[in-house]
């Protein structure tokens, strides 16, 4: 009967965790009619803003394209409260700048574009705005040949002694501006990375993570990886904050292995009530998904530092490939 009865508790509990998932992301998500109107344009300008780039950056743009863009960017702009961030204005000046030039070079005439370069005339003497977005050109030696970058991410190994000092806030902000460079869909940059130092705070977090027992008291400092569901919109993004925070937090960690600072990713695969806990005792934000902790530190190399050894599966269970006889097709 006992077991009968805990079958039926975790079918359940199936359910109300995918209700809850799905409340969650209905409340939070972009296309909410319960968020804040300033934070979905904020990701709605940064979305169109980046399809804009993405067309400066092909081989041979077409004159005139994403009209229909640069007219909703210019409404948005104007409707925007830049005291959320200066980012969307700032990424627009600069796209709306290399439109401009293209066109130019192009020997292409159109009110579009004076339409575009009155908007820029305003906006940037309204908010003082330095252009940062549209273009950056890269020459062919300056493309990164880097002969140990597979030492470095094959050399990462996930982390369980650490030195008890603290990181440097120096330290921290290095990490999070390279982790910053992760690739995240059409530029939303969702990812945010909550820092902590203070012992209660990480006893009180990862006694609600639940999988960190062992060496727990030896971390000092810890970070929480979330994404902002306000960044996603539509049934068909209810898993990319998964996806780009990630790619954020894989990202810190190579930053850290790269600067000497050793971490471990801590898995938050907790119930809803757990989550709102965390969230609760990190002061993290509402409509944040939880992605993952990590704790880091320096590594305690005292004689050796001992890691899992986690070996990998055989490659020939992992790559699938689809070749042309029996090459790849050449380049």
């Known amino acids: 009967m006992a077991e009968l009865l805990d079958k039926i508790r975790k079918t359940l509990l199936f359910v109300t965790e995918y209700f809850s998932d ?43 394209f994403g009209v229909s863009k640069i007219r909703f960017l210019i409404s948005a702009l104007d409707r925007y409260d830049v005291s959320f ?18 066109h130019q070079a192009l020997g292409v005439s159109d009110p579009l574009l004076h339409d575009v370069s009155a908007f820029l005339t305003r906006y940037e003497r309204t908010w003082d705005v330095t252009p940062n977005g549209g273009l950056r050109h890269m020459e062919r030696d300056e493309y990164p040949q880097i002969p140990d970058a597979a030492r470095l991410i ?16 120096e330290e921290v902000e290095r990490v999070v501006h390279i982790a910053q460079s992760a690739p995240s869909q059409c530029n939303r940059q969702s990812a945010k990375a909550y820092f902590y130092q203070e012992r209660v705070d990480i006893d009180r977090l990862l006694r609600l993570q639940a999988g960190s027992a062992g060496f727990a008291q030896d971390v000092n400092n810890l970070f929480v990886i979330t994404s902002d569901l306000a960044a996603w919109g539509g049934a068909q993004q209810r898993n990319q904050a998964y996806v780009d925070g990630a790619l954020f937090a894989m990202n810190l960690m190579l930053a850290c292995h790269a600067s000497g600072i050793a971490s471990c990713p801590l898995n938050l695969a907790v119930t809803h009530k757990t989550g709102g806990a965390i ?52 380049r």
């Open 22 to 64: 799905a409340v969650s992301y209905f409340r939070y998500c972009g296309i909410s009619p319960f968020q804040d109107p300033n934070r979905k344009l904020f990701y709605k300008i940064l979305i169109e803003a980046h399809a804009l780039e993405k067309g400066l950056s092909l081989a041979q743009p077409r004159p005139l």
């Open 154 to 169: 094959t050399s990462r190994h996930s982390t369980r002694m650490f030195l008890p000092d603290h990181l440097r806030l």
């Open 279 to 330: 969230c609760g005792a990190g002061a993290i934000g509402e409509g944040e998904r939880l992605i993952m902790m990590i704790a880091v530190g320096r590594p305690a190399l005292r004689d050796r530092l001992k890691i899992a050894r986690s070996p990998r599966r055989p490659l020939h269970e992992i790559l699938v490939t689809k070749l042309i006889g029996d090459h790849l097709e050449p």
């Open 85 to 102: 961030s200066r980012l969307p204005g700032e990424m627009v000046c600069g796209i709306f700048h290399a439109y401009l030039d293209l």
